[in-house]
């Protein structure tokens, strides 16, 4: 990564409450180059001014559709080349963080959702082997080797 | 306004029935329920089966009242909007969810202001009582973005600094 210029970043979240949590740490990317993805082609609307990206909202019970999320994950990655992909959550921004640091050497980072309030979530103990920085938001399920807590979003 | 909402993902037939009940109960009531891809559909209120962010944050911002499902985007966005929420967890055990984390967010949100959690069905009503007769909280229940020190930490980690 060119040390002159801030990194790129890459903000993804599923819908609803993933969302709005990814939400309340844009602040974090303040004056970085950002774009974002999330489900909702209105979420647009959340981020004027920055490049939006609409993907296929897959739930653990859709097995089929993980496919054309794929391929869309990939577009996006492709197309914006990230240095960092950070993510509340769920189970396809496992995938995109799995594919931007195998494809791209992204550095990763992982806050599982402030509702997984007494154990990380399905999606967040598997993004242990996929992110670089692998957080809780409940101290009391951070654990020496991870995950890690920083803090909430609330 | 009563808005009715069960999110973003799976369906919450439990929810929208027993609302549908209440509303049959107070027909002087005015209602809108959320209901998702759910296999029940509302006699005694208007219902629609998703709505976009936008749209939802009107909905809410329109209501004196939201009942939801006990999801993170719900109970955020109420509190955006200082709106009182009742919420009724999803159980596992019934297939609403994957998991029963909601149970685990119904405990820890429970004695937040504006913030009335129904535990079983039987409590909707009564919470939804004690929700309109005291109305929104006076302040948001949580601050509009997320503590500073967690914002602090992440821009730095994603300068490369951590």
Known sequence: ?154 | MIFVTIGSMFPFDRLIQRMDEWAQAHPEAELLAQIGDGAYAPTHMPWVRRLDQVDFARKVAEADLVVAHAGMGSVITASQFRKPIVMLPRLKEWDEHTTDHQIATANWLRDKPGVYIADADADLGPRIAEALAAGGPAEPTFAAEAPDEFIARLRSCIFGQS
């Open chain 1, 1 to 154: 990564m060119d040390k002159h210029r801030p990194p790129k970043v890459l903000a993804i979240a599923s819908g609803g409450g993933h969302w709005v949590q990814m939400r309340r740490i844009m602040p974090a990317f303040e004056g970085m180059d950002v774009c974002y993805a999330s489900v909702d082609p209105s979420s647009a609307a959340d981020v004027p001014g920055h490049a939006y990206y609409a993907f296929r909202d897959v739930s653990r019970r859709d097995r089929l559709g993980f496919a054309v999320l794929i391929a869309q994950l990939a577009r996006i990655l492709l197309r914006e080349r990230p240095d960092v992909v950070i993510t509340t959550g769920s189970a396809p921004c496992l995938f995109a963080l799995g594919m931007a640091k195998t494809f791209l050497r992204a550095r990763t980072i992982w806050i599982d959702s402030i509702a997984n309030a007494e154990r990380m979530s399905s999606s967040g103990a598997q993004a242990r082997r996929v992110a670089d920085v692998w957080l809780t938001q409940w101290e009391h399920l951070a654990r020496p080797g991870g995950p890690d807590y920083w803090g909430a979003v609330l």
